[in-house]
């Protein structure tokens, strides 16, 4: 959820673009956005490297 509502925060700031160049405050959206998508992905990635392997015996 939380790197849903990252991508999404992202692309709205993205729509802005020119807002931004021009010092918008809907700059702070973007930011928020790429935070949540950093926080996503360090979880993400934690867990994947955390989670228990299970070994067939052959």
């Known amino acids: 959820m939380l790197g849903?509502?990252?991508g999404g925060l992202l692309i709205a700031a993205g729509v802005?673009?020119?807002?931004i160049a021009d010092g918008s405050p809907i700059l702070f959206v973007?930011?928020?956005?790429?935070a949540a998508w950093l926080v996503w992905l360090l979880v993400t990635g934690v867990r994947l490297v955390?989670?228990?392997r299970k070994v067939?015996?052959?």
């Open 16 to 19: 802005a673009n020119l807002a």
């Open 50 to 52: 955390l989670m228990p």
């Open 4 to 6: 849903v509502a990252g």
């Open 30 to 34: 973007g930011l928020l956005g790429y």
């Open 56 to 58: 067939r015996a052959a």
